[in-house]
């Protein structure tokens, strides 16, 4: 039997010795307000329904968007105390529901779903909303690409159709979103201009492919922006907004177009002649699939900010607002 296939035998067959346990343990909240509320509480393993995948996660992020829905700010799924807040992670399926054919136990895999639950050491989610690991990528690091990925293809591919050999710049290039970004931009073929956020941001968007990079915090954007797309920019995905953001937006030719997720606040203000696309970053099989195509099987990297234990989950939620690049992320079983 070739290595590779006999190492996924022997993984599905530790995996079937291995019970799943009726509880676990997972930060919840008992009802809505600041991080204290979060604390490691002992709960129900969930079963798997139709179409439902369970996993045992060894990595889960911690979205931006977190601290809204711990304070009941911002409604993603089901508000049923206690409640476990978190949007994505990747693990190991160990059970699956009625009418589940794409994934068997043992499969490595990654997820993203509105309705929550990732904050555990188990969680149960819509097979569409979950796709094996890139071989390139470390278990780890699949745990905190999900929702960023997700968004970050989206962006590029369905609402700017970025194509080969076009200039795009990305505002908030090191965060979560925006460094994925820079990747898959890379991958399509794109020229990437990068606004980072710090020293350690322009490092880090350069060493992952970046055509040229700046900080955000600095003077020169607009002019850094203009050595490098002296005929404007074909396109921009704005992940943040900042005090240099509308000079460097002047720079789009016209009939270029610029995309934000929602969330992004103030939105950001466009020349006249550019087209301002607005979206949500739904998980879907599709979406799935798209980004796994991109990533391909070569190396591709998901910068961790900071990794926490779950019973550290009030310490991550007030660190989030701290400088840091890349996503903020947990560790739970041993990958």
């Known amino acids: 039997m070739p290595e590779g296939r006999a190492a996924v035998f022997a993984c599905r067959l ?42 045992k996660l060894d990595a889960a992020g911690i979205g931006v968007w977190d601290p809204q829905v711990r304070e009941g700010k911002l409604e993603l799924g089901a508000h049923r105390f206690p409640l476990v807040i ?27 779903a509105f309705e929550g639950g990732f904050y555990a ?31 970050a293809v989206l962006g590029l591919e369905t609402q700017l159709r970025l194509r080969a050999g076009e200039k795009l710049m990305i505002f908030g290039a090191s965060g979560g979103i925006g460094h994925i970004a820079v990747q898959l931009a890379k991958r399509i073929g794109a020229e990437v201009f990068a606004v980072a956020s710090g020293t350690d941001g322009v490092e ?33 995905l704005v992940v943040v907004s900042g005090e240099n953001l509308s000079e460097a937006l002047k720079l789009m030719k016209r009939g270029g177009r610029v995309a934000h997720p929602n969330g992004v606040e103030p939105v950001p ?3 006249d002649g550019v087209q301002l696309l607005a979206y949500d ?15 391909g099987s070569g190396s591709f990297h998901v910068e961790l900010g900071r990794v926490y234990r779950l019973d550290e989950a009030a310490r991550a939620h007030r660190e989030l607002k701290q400088h840091h690049i890349g996503k903020l992320a947990f560790r739970l079983h041993a990958a």
């Open 86 to 112: 978190g949007n994505d992670g990747a693990g190991i399926v160990v059970a699956v529901g009625p009418g589940v054919t794409r994934f068997r136990t043992g499969d490595r895999v990654f997820a993203y």
């Open 269 to 271: 203000q466009v020349p």
């Open 281 to 295: 970053g739904i998980p879907s099989r599709d979406a799935f699939g798209r980004l796994n195509a991109l990533i």
């Open 204 to 236: 880090l968007v350069r060493r992952i492919g970046a055509d040229a990079a700046v900080d955000g915090h600095g003077n020169d954007v607009a002019s850094a922006a203009r050595t490098f797309a002296p005929q404007g920019f074909d396109a921009a």
């Open 121 to 151: 050491e188990y969680v149960a989610v819509k097979s569409d909303n979950v796709a094996p690991i890139p071989s390139g990528l470390k278990p780890e690091e699949a745990g905190a690409l999900g929702a960023d990925g997700i968004t």
């Open 14 to 55: 530790a995996i079937m010795k291995t019970t799943v346990p009726d509880t676990m343990k997972a930060a919840a909240i008992d009802h809505f307000g600041g991080p204290e509320l979060l604390h490691l509480q002992s709960l129900p393993v969930p079963t798997p329904k139709a179409d439902e995948v369970l996993i």
